[in-house]
């Protein structure tokens, strides 16, 4: 059990900064999506895809600064990433769900 706490107090920066960069691109998502949803603008293939290309940019960039700075911590670092976005995901069609 101590190898563990250990290893998520080693880890725990690696976490929070890939959960931090999750929610970034997700945001980016948001940015093209929010407009839509309110029904202020019609959904625009570009702006779509320009938000699904920013947000994968942001969470490439992380990655890569992530490897040349910890290589050892790129798999938290990632799985940050992975749990913010599905997260954020989650949260997204809860709301969308209780609004319909």
């Known amino acids: 059990m101590h190898e563990f ?3 998520l107090v080693v880890h725990a920066p690696m976490l929070a900064a890939g959960l931090a960069t999750g929610v970034v691109a997700f945001g980016a998502l948001m940015l093209a999506l929010i407009p839509v949803l309110r029904r202020h603008k019609q959904a625009d ?7 699904l290309a920013i947000s994968v940019c942001v969470l490439a960039g992380g990655a890569f600064i992530a490897w040349c700075f910890v290589a050892e911590g790129l798999s938290v670092f990632i799985f940050g990433e992975a749990l913010s976005l599905l ?3 989650v949260v997204l069609a809860g709301v969308l769900l209780v609004r319909s």
């Open 45 to 51: 293939l570009t702006r779509g895809l320009l938000g």
């Open 87 to 89: 997260l954020g995901w």
């Open 5 to 7: 706490i250990d290893s």
